[in-house]
């Protein structure tokens, strides 16, 4: 049986609303199921935002009120899937959790948006969410299976600069590997978001669980990014897709500081700089870029979304010679463990 599938990957932004951006996320994967894909990936923070340029009042020993009153908004615009602080696990997967009365879910009803889309598209879709939870908010992925549903659900475990700030540290235990099967295609995925793809250890925990499709929403539009995405696919002999939002100034959130949305129409490119341009790609386990990286085109424009169909079982050819959790790796000398993760590959 074949082992190959058509993936893609869109530089969607998010839209002014979570109810916008949910939108123009069925729209986009409707779009890639009509052309063949079989899995799509978002942005980190496509769901909720990320605000880019946000100073959040904050000094080093200070914080003005301006800072908090952003805060409330970006809380506000956050998405609730219904999950607990410390993370519940196959608990909050397998709807184990208590419901409050009178109600039939948990959260605010996108956790089950999303499985209707996927369900209705036939597609895999991996989407990039600012989740809020108690008064925190954490930066996740969820991983939604057309038949299945809700798979698992990851909370970035080290956020990056002002992002410290307004992002809650996820537990390494949702890092676990989840697996599904697509069109005869056995799947081992797991997400590394952003600049996690940039801590050896991390990588080297989704490696041992011997996955082959191997996710990286960011928020780094550098052009630096493409090797480093090279890097993992050919170290780690798996599937890469990454994407990056493409975002004009004048796409933020109004309420972030700076952003004058009063001039969000007519305004020229110079006076509207792309704050993001993208660099969104797809790479093979041999390291060969399939497609893009495309640079200041997001999704309002078809060429937003990227596809490419990826053999798997060049994942397994891959492994002739280097196998960082195998054969390569020289576990007799080189241990790894993650607090609450057990880094056995999942069965499939």
């Given at each position: ?7 893609a990957?869109?530089?969607a ?13 069925e ?8 052309r063949g894909?079989?899995?799509i990936l ?7 935002g ?14 003005e009120?301006s800072g ?6 970006y809380?506000?615009a ?6 607990t ?8 997967v397998?709807r ?5 009365e ?7 009803g ?6 209707r ?10 989407v990039?969410?600012?989740?809020r939870?108690?008064?925190s908010l954490?930066?996740?992925v969820v991983y939604?299976d057309?038949?299945?549903?809700v798979?698992?659900?990851?909370r970035?475990v ?14 390494p ?10 069109d005869?295609?056995k ?10 793809n940039y801590m ?5 925990s ?13 928020a780094?539009?550098?052009d ?13 002999r798996?599937v890469?897709l990454?994407?990056?939002?493409c ?10 500081q700076?952003?004058?949305n ?7 490119d ?10 969104s790609c797809i790479?093979?386990p ?23 169909e ?5 994942c397994?050819?891959?492994r002739?010679?280097?196998d ?8 007799d000398s080189?241990?790894l ?12």
């Amino acid at each position: 049986m074949s082992q190959k599938l058509k993936v893609a990957v869109s530089q969607a932004r998010t839209r002014a609303t979570l109810q916008e951006t949910l939108e123009a996320l069925e729209g986009i994967t409707r779009l890639a199921a009509s052309r063949g894909a079989r899995i799509i990936l978002f942005p980190e923070g496509y769901l909720g935002g990320y605000p880019r340029t946000c100073t959040w009042g904050a000094a080093m020993g200070g914080r003005e009120d301006s800072g908090r009153q952003q805060y409330l908004h970006y809380y506000q615009a956050a998405v609730d899937v219904g999950d607990t602080p410390a993370g519940a696990g196959d608990d909050w997967v397998h709807r184990r959790l208590p419901l409050a009365e009178g109600k039939n879910h948990r959260g605010d009803g996108t956790r089950e948006v999303l499985e209707r889309i996927s369900r209705e598209t036939d597609v895999l879709i991996i989407v990039g969410l600012i989740e809020r939870c108690g008064g925190s908010l954490y930066c996740g992925v969820v991983y939604v299976d057309p038949k299945r549903g809700v798979l698992g659900k990851r909370r970035k475990v080290m956020p990056t600069g002002m992002e410290r700030l307004v992002w809650a540290q996820g537990s390494p235990s949702t890092l676990k590997a989840v697996t599904t099967e697509v069109d005869g295609v056995k799947l081992t995925m797991a997400a590394a978001i952003c600049w996690e793809n940039y801590m050896p250890l991390l990588r080297q925990s989704l490696y041992e669980q011997n996955v082959n499709l191997y996710l990286a929403p960011t928020a780094d539009g550098r052009d630096t990014w493409l090797p480093l995405m090279q890097t993992v696919a050919f170290e780690g002999r798996a599937v890469v897709l990454t994407c990056n939002q493409c975002v004009r100034k004048s796409q933020l959130p109004d309420w972030v500081q700076g952003n004058d949305n009063s001039q969000r129409k007519g305004t020229e490119d110079s006076e509207d700089p792309i704050l993001t341009g993208g660099g969104s790609c797809i790479v093979s386990p041999l390291g060969k870029v399939l497609a893009g990286p495309i640079w200041n085109v997001d999704d309002d424009d078809a060429e937003g979304l990227q596809i490419a169909e990826v053999d798997f079982e060049d994942c397994t050819r891959g492994r002739l010679d280097l196998d960082v959790a195998g054969s390569y790796s020289r576990n007799d000398s080189f241990k790894l463990t993650v607090q609450g993760l057990d880094l056995t590959p999942p069965p499939v």
